[in-house]
């Protein structure tokens, strides 16, 4: 697929939802850079940078990394060159006032999203893949009561974002049931419509 150049797209959805696995298979298709906060915070970490040392004491402490602070890494890293031709952000905005951050971050440099993906899971096939994921990984934070909490603060601060873009007519919903290679033939095909309309 010839790609839209400085392809811009975020992927929203709940745990579980596997918004890792496919915004990591489209940017290799697309052709673009793929960001997730978690990766933005170790390689400030590991590189000692004022903004790392300053995420890893929360990190350390047990704490989410604050608002601003996350606005700040994710600003530095969308400012390096490999970003110029696009970029795939998992795990940010997860907030409407990390959305307006990244509005004022993209509006500075003249730029806006192309689309914002939902990977749409019901929360029996969501619960079901992550106390597997849990059992297979050892992970503490999926059993079935946190899997529930974790649902819930999607559903309060996460899910808003969803009526925000599609309110700006930038929400691409796909249907995140399916198996992976179907979900990721679908984003592809969505991907190459909506580029395709555009040129």
Partial sequence: MPRKPEMRLVFIGPPGAGKGTQAVRLAAWCQVVHLSTGDVFRENIRAGTPLGAAAREH?????????????????DRLAEADCA?????????R????????????A???RELDGVIELHVGDEVLIDR???RGRSSGRS?????????????????????VELYERRGRLIRIDGDA????VQRRLREDIEMRTTSKE
């Fill in 108 to 110: 500075e440099s003249s």
């Fill in 130 to 132: 992550l106390l597997t």
């Fill in 95 to 106: 907030t409407l006032a990390q959305a307006d951050a990244l509005d004022h971050v993209l």
């Fill in 179 to 182: 198996d992976p290679d179907s």
């Fill in 141 to 161: 934070d999926d059993t079935a009561p946190i899997i529930r909490r974790r649902l819930d603060r999607y559903r309060n601060d996460t899910h808003p974002l």
């Fill in 85 to 93: 031709s696009g970029f795939i952000l998992d795990g940010y905005p």
């Fill in 59 to 75: 990190l350390d402490a047990g704490e989410l990394v604050p608002d601003a602070l996350t606005d700040a890494l994710v600003a």
